[in-house]
């Protein structure tokens, strides 16, 4: 688990161009069984992120309006039924 109570990011806040992409605070996820935490430290931006932000295609149910699915980092927690990168 992490200590860290709060994240930067940024959010998608209505279907536009670059200016409705807004600086965020959230909690800091904790990842469910099967699922690993990444502290980024870089992420791309593609063609799927751009075509979220326009409102021309739905993120997968359950995610968030969070743009990012290219992202390099450390794993810094897992969830259950994890046996890789758990140490």
């Known amino acids: 688990m992490t200590d860290n109570k709060a994240m930067n990011c940024i959010e998608i806040s209505e279907p536009g161009g670059p200016e409705v992409l807004k600086p965020a605070t959230r909690p800091v996820p904790q990842p469910a069984a099967g699922e690993v935490l990444i502290q980024v430290v870089a992420a791309g ?30 794993v810094i927690s897992v969830g259950d039924d994890v046996t890789e990168w758990n140490d």
Do not use: M
Request: net charge negative; proline share 17%.
């Open 45 to 74: 931006v593609n063609r799927p992120d751009c075509l979220q932000r326009e409102g021309n295609y739905a993120p997968p149910p359950g995610t968030t309006n969070i743009p990012g699915l290219e992202v390099a980092g450390e």
